[in-house]
């Protein structure tokens, strides 16, 4: 919901803060933001988007083990040929 370009966020309710709290280390949010392992995880993420771009990686063309393999190789050769280019002048 959006008003004359306010971003409109609803307030936590209390239940949900309660059984959060009680969950302790056992479950829900995490305690801490760790900003290395978010840039970790964030590298993992766009890895697998750039895969997604490769259209048979995405459908699942290949249906056999071993050619789904084989194509998942040859789009991260692909993939770091193409940043391994960018970074030279």
Do not use: H
Not at 19 to 41: E, L, M
Request: net charge positive; glycine share 4%.
């Amino acid at each position: 919901m959006r008003a004359r370009g306010i971003a409109f966020t609803s307030p936590e309710k209390s239940d949900q803060i309660a059984r959060r709290q009680a969950k302790g280390s056992r479950g829900g949010r995490p305690p801490a933001f760790d900003p290395d392992r978010y840039a970790n995880r964030n590298v993992v993420e766009r890895c697998f988007n750039r895969l997604k771009q490769f259209r048979a990686l995405a459908t699942r063309y290949a249906k056999r083990m071993a050619y789904y393999r084989s194509e998942i190789i040859i789009a991260t050769i692909v993939l770091w040929l193409r940043a391994d280019l960018q970074d030279t002048p």
